[in-house]
């Protein structure tokens, strides 16, 4: 009996000490470093990391090397430059796209709402219609209503490219309302590009709209959405870059110069032969100087005089800052892009004239520098850049020597322009391809075979575990829906 009673005593104590040591542990598996959940201000913060992703990284390097800005010159971006590309090479972009962007911007419209906070509303769906907006331009139909919801659709519907992008337009409709209403409150930094500016995020999702309703070639609601779109330099969305390794780099930069030395560069662009003054298909004129934007896209070197392109401009100096320098800001929707969607749409839809006017507001705020970096303003490289007249399109004028009509030769010039202006960016990807099949236009040769690309990939993890992919899966040369048309 006295031998239990000590047993069970002891039983006692142990059972005590056990629960005792299990109040001590009670959070020991919780991560702190991997947080559950999150407010709607830092989930955004992500998500917009996440778009960064999405426009300036694989799919942006991809696309330069299919448009004539970039030459993939070993490993991978050797192959790929002659369009031998498989899926895996495209599961990254689909991640930070449905992961990275819709699944958190979900989350952060969800969280939003429960505080009627319509202004940070407002901006997720903006980054949200960004990030699809590039996929369905890229990819062709995509998942877009059943996205990012494994619980209820585990194997999400591909929607036809054309009625996504009218997803799209309502998508931004959406957020115009939210930003307009002046309900919520400001996400301040967390907001890593306009610090919860309404009217700054209004500007941009207009700026958005003239894009998408100018991919889908509905060129009269291109112009009505431009005119209220991105109104000055400032006012564009860009993402800010600085010199912090591996933090926030400029990542065609950490790219480019550093991680992947050698596998891109300018040898056999496009791009660099329309902007040299020593060229033969040099695009200036007596008007256009474009000596200084030459110098600020191309790392050049000059043998037995001869000028030569050899990379994508990575200077990252105090007194030489190019385009894809360290801590250059990189373009994600601009008063550039703006401006030269409205100069279009009004070529093709009111006439000569407004098309010239609109080019021209172009051309003078290039003549004040435009996009280039303080570092080329200074002199050292010369810029002009003169208002254009109708008699330069006229037949026989300079702009005009082949015998086009004066809209085909406006229309070309345009063009010609918009894309020098998207040097490295996925738009410039897109033009072409929508413009391909017209009488003017820029003119490429393909770095292989015969034919040009159409598309990305799908992602190879997505059509391997998502039911609803298409199959068979298009390959890189068959047209996207909008541009079959």
């Not at 709607?40 to 990391?49: H, K, M």
């Not at 031998?84 to 992961?99: E, I, P, R």
């Not at 004040?368 to 010369?382: E, H, I, S, V």
């Given at each position: ?29 919780t ?45 991978q ?34 969280k ?27 990819f ?52 890593i ?19 998408f309703?100018l991919?889908?070639?509905?060129y ?12 000055s ?13 591996n ?22 662009a ?29 790392i ?10 050899v ?72 810029y ?15 702009l ?20 020098i ?65």
């Open positions: 009996m006295k031998r239990a009673k000590l047993i069970r005593a002891a039983g006692l104590f142990l059972m005590a000490g056990m629960l005792s040591c299990e109040s001590m542990v009670d959070n020991l598996n991560d702190l470093n991997n947080p559950t959940d999150a407010s709607a201000n830092l989930i955004l913060t992500g998500a917009q990391l996440g778009n960064i992703s999405v426009q300036e990284g694989h799919l942006a390097r991809v696309a330069a090397m299919w448009s004539g800005y970039f030459t993939g010159t070993d490993r971006y050797k192959d790929i430059y002659s369009y031998n590309v498989t899926g895996a090479s495209f599961n990254d972009v689909w991640k930070f796209t449905y992961q990275g962007v819709v699944e958190q911007t979900k989350l952060v419209i969800e939003s709402e429960a505080t009627n906070n319509r202004l940070v509303q407002g901006i997720a769906k903006v980054v949200q219609a960004n990030a699809l907006g590039t996929a369905a331009a890229c062709g139909d995509i998942p877009f209503s059943e996205a990012s919801d494994i619980t209820n659709f585990p194997n999400p519907a591909f929607e036809p490219q054309i009625q996504v992008y009218g997803k799209l337009q309502t998508l931004l409709d959406e957020a115009i309302a939210d930003l307009e209403s002046g309900l919520g409150t400001s996400p301040g930094a967390a907001d590009h306009f610090a919860g500016d309404a009217t700054k995020w209004k500007d941009a999702a207009y700026t958005l709209k003239s894009r309703y991919e889908t070639k509905e009269a609601l291109a112009a009505t959405a431009a005119e209220k779109g991105i109104s330099a400032a006012r564009s969305l860009v993402m800010t870059h600085g010199t912090t390794l933090v926030n780099e400029n990542l065609m930069y950490a790219f480019i110069a550093r991680s992947r030395v050698g596998d891109i560069n300018a040898s056999l496009l791009a660099p032969t329309l902007l040299n003054p020593a060229s033969a298909t040099y695009k200036g004129n007596t008007k256009t100087d474009e000596t200084a934007r030459f110098n600020h896209h191309f050049t070197v000059s043998t037995t005089g001869v000028v030569i392109p990379s994508p401009n990575t200077n990252s100096s105090a007194t030489s800052r190019g385009l894809f320098g360290q801590s250059a800001p990189y373009p994600l929707a601009t008063y550039s892009e703006n401006v030269l969607t409205s100069a279009e749409a009004l070529a093709r839809t009111t006439g000569f004239a407004a098309g010239l006017a609109k080019l021209n507001v172009y051309r003078a705020y290039l003549n004040t520098g435009g996009d280039l970096d303080a570092t080329y303003k200074t002199g050292t490289f010369k002009k850049y003169e208002p254009y007249t109708a008699e330069d399109f006229a037949s026989g004028g300079m005009n020597t082949t015998g086009l009509t004066a809209d085909q030769a406006l229309l070309k010039e345009i063009l010609m322009e918009r894309y202006t998207f040097n490295g960016q996925i738009i410039g990807f897109n033009d072409l391809r929508r413009t391909r099949s017209e009488t003017v236009g820029v003119k490429l040769t393909p770095s292989a075979g015969a034919t040009l690309p159409e598309r990305m990939l799908y992602s190879e993890a997505e059509v391997n575990s998502n039911t609803s992919a298409p199959n068979p899966v298009p390959g890189v040369f068959v047209k996207t829906a909008v541009n079959a048309k």
